[in-house]
């Protein structure tokens, strides 16, 4: 999803909205995104695709 946009022409991709997207897409009443992991995921994917890490806005984490 985050291609698709990058390829679209966006040059900011917000993970959380992103997460909105996923869960649309989920049948009803099906859990299984949890806010919490939003940052990890963001991580994740710039550790994964390294030319990605300006289009993701990251904090500094407070817990390791």
Known sequence: MAARRLAAGATRVS???LFEDLRR???YGVAG?????TALYA???IDDHPHWASVFE???RRAA
Request: proline letters at 6%; zero cysteines; aromatic letters at 6%.
């Open 43 to 45: 991580r994740r994917l």
């Open 25 to 27: 897409q989920l049948p």
């Open 15 to 17: 993970l959380k909205d």
């Open 58 to 60: 990251l904090r500094r």
């Open 33 to 37: 995104l949890n806010n919490n992991f």
